[in-house]
């Protein structure tokens, strides 16, 4: 009888280890989980704060240059500010599609054409972190006819004038410079010449 009572409690202690086993890694899965989910959330809080500020800035800059302009086309000539807001003009230099601006694109360039946004415009963000925006103007020229080489009647296609734009574009980021946020919007001034 005694050889029986000592087989059964090592089969109780080996059954009582598994089961601890078994509670520990459900619990581990539990942390990594909830901790997941955490970051999940994070991010997307990050992302909402990110966009916002992007359209803060973007708003910001249209506004200025809507109140300042007036809707009017700028005059020509070197690059301006409307409202402290630099306008950088922009040429594609010969291309006669000329394609839209593109200096925003270059993170360089946010330095010297770009605009930051007056400390406290965001709330939550850091002096340093506040939104941008860049305005570039655009000079569209109206095109029409077949360019592969002139149309059915023999003549090529031809300029019918020329529409301003202006590119808007803004920079957001969240509380931490993972989350980046890009928006951008065209501003036409009439409808051509």
Known sequence: MRKLHSAQRGFVMLTSMIFLMVLTMLAITAVRRATQEERFARSIREQNIA?????TALRYCQKNFELTNKGDVLPAGLDK???????NQYSQGGDPSNPPPTLWSVRSNWATKGFRLPAGTVANLDAGQQPECMVEAWYKPLLTGNFSGGSSSGQGGGNLGSQYAYVFTARG???SN???IWLQVVLYIGAGN
């Not at 966009?51 to 359209?55: N, R, S």
């Not at 500010?81 to 306008?87: E, K």
Request: no cysteine; glycine share 12%.
């Open 178 to 180: 993972l989350s980046v």
């Open 51 to 55: 966009f916002q500020a992007a359209e």
């Open 81 to 87: 500010l409307v409202g402290n807001i630099p306008v």
């Open 173 to 175: 980021q969240g509380t």
